[in-house]
């Protein structure tokens, strides 16, 4: 496997991440609006919230350097190759 395959599926999972990651958000919102409506505390369940968003910006940047990695090495492919410039004069 090259380079370039490893970032595609590094590119799934890291797609995969995101998608659980905002489930999660979503259900941990819900989770705090019942809680509101039936009197709980909710400073917890509200700081596992801004811990879930914080992760959530962390694997946002990750998918844009797997992102930035892979143009990198297609513009690498779709160059042409350099022309031996031959022996060196003195």
Excluded: C
């Excluded at 509101?36 to 844009?64: C, I």
């Amino acid at each position: 496997m090259n380079d370039l395959q490893r970032e595609y599926q590094d590119l799934v999972q890291a797609d995969r991440h995101l998608a659980a990651g905002e489930q999660r958000i979503a259900e941990q919102l819900a989770l705090i609006q019942r809680m509101v409506e039936q009197g709980y505390e909710t400073a917890r369940a509200k700081d596992l919230l801004r811990l879930l968003e914080e992760t959530m910006v962390a694997w946002r940047d990750h998918h844009q350097l797997i992102l930035d990695t892979i143009a990198r090495h297609e513009r690498a492919l779709s160059r042409p190759p350099l022309a031996d410039p031959g022996p060196k004069a003195p």
